[in-house]
């Protein structure tokens, strides 16, 4: 019903930044809540960001807050997080998830799909 894939990740510097991308197939993009997660080795999943279906309902962890911008482009089915000044802990698989009922929670167990996810390393 949902397939999200995500791109754009790769090899940056302490300082640097990048911009992720996810893709959604499927013509109930604009009712879906979309998050960010990343997950390093060894540790759990942790929130990044997320963004409900209206989008009036940003959110991002205190951690990333003012260096990420999670963003949605509708006619595109696609959300978009731009991280800069980044940080070598934030070293991890970054993965984007859907919620149907279209709230961008902080927990992974609110969202139904998810992609593949897409490798961030960031060099010191």
């Known amino acids: 019903q949902v397939q999200l894939v995500e791109s754009g990740g790769g090899l940056a510097q302490a300082g640097g930044s990048l911009r992720l991308s996810c893709a959604a197939s499927?013509?109930?993009?604009?009712?879906?809540?979309m998050g960010w997660f990343r997950q390093a080795p060894g540790k759990e999943r942790e929130f990044v960001a997320a963004v409900s279906w209206s989008g009036s309902n940003p959110d991002y962890a205190a951690s990333v807050k003012g260096r990420f911008t999670n963003s949605r482009d509708n006619a595109k089915n696609a959300v978009y997080l731009q991280m800069n000044s980044l940080k070598p802990e934030e070293t991890a698989v970054y993965y984007c998830?859907?919620?149907?009922?279209?709230?961008?929670?902080?927990?992974?167990?609110?969202?139904?799909?998810w992609g593949q996810g897409t490798q961030v390393t960031v060099s010191s």
């Open positions: 499927g013509r109930s993009f604009r009712q879906l809540g």
């Open positions: 998830a859907a919620d149907l009922n279209g709230w961008g929670s902080a927990r992974t167990t609110g969202y139904e799909y």
